[in-house]
């Protein structure tokens, strides 16, 4: 069995390859470090590093077991932090954001109750944008997200809101004149495109590449933020499947909105990254849950046109 501070010794030789960092980085002298690495050489049976005048090398033995013991240690650190969290009790700073204006009632009333419940947490909460949704929750600026399903890649909660799909045409357009469309109808038009930073998942869901009965669906032109993609639709250059809500939050007398009679709902929620599942996130998860029951838009899947 090794001990903790033989693990750390190497893994941090093993990291900067120099034993003078190596000591500044743990406060003890290059020859404790020597003595240790020396000691778990005879341990293993095998030199871990190649060392010259010069130069310090891992050996194929000591880079194998670099990379096993890595995540071991990962595991054991982040298992004493989530104790610690739970002995302290939800406390620091939860940086929380919403993706769309009709999410915002959503976020503020889980805000509202995870303060009640942990008053010595504070909250912060922004407004995210198309671009950097999945890049705000990697850098950690963002801990929890209030957005559309599906979020490949990360962590969901429950499905805070349901509503219906429609299509965003120009107005004018002859869509217009439907009582509601068909998902096939995206064949016969080119269909405005989310960022190319959008996850793939994402996109496959809102603006597929192909229709359910197999035909290709054409792409329009990409825009940046949702209110430009709307703009690319009213100016004609291309249709975009939108939940139901879009109504209300982005009415435009250059955008009609038709339903869609065969599309699933769309559902949206908390998203976070799975490394960052801290108490206060699975705290602000579960205020978020019990402070919104979920709300389906009245009108559901509509039934097809007779």
Known sequence: MLERYEVETFLTLAKELHFGRTAERLTVSTGRVSHIVKKLERRIGAPLFA???RVVQLTPIGRQLAEEL???VAGMDEAVRRATDAARGVTGTLRVAFLGEWTAPVLLRAVALFGERHPDCRVEVHEAQLCTTRSGLLDG??????ASYPFDGMAT??????????LA?????????????SLEVLADHPVVQYP??????????????RTPGGRPVPKGP??????EMLSLVALGRGVLPVGEHTRRYYPRPDVAYVPIHDAPPIERGPVWLPGNTTTR???FVRAATDANPRRDTPSGRLPPPS
């Open 281 to 283: 996130v699975r705290e």
């Open 51 to 53: 060392r010259t005048s």
């Open 222 to 227: 990409a825009g940046n933020t949702f209110s």
């Open 70 to 72: 890595a995540p071991l």
């Open 157 to 166: 909660g429950p499905a805070l809101l349901r509503e219906a799909r429609v």
């Open 196 to 209: 190319s930073v959008t996850s793939a998942e994402f996109k496959r869901d809102r603006t597929p590449e």
């Open 141 to 146: 600026s963002t801990d929890v997200l209030i």
């Open 169 to 181: 045409v120009a107005a004018g357009h002859p869509l217009t004149r439907e009582r509601s469309v």
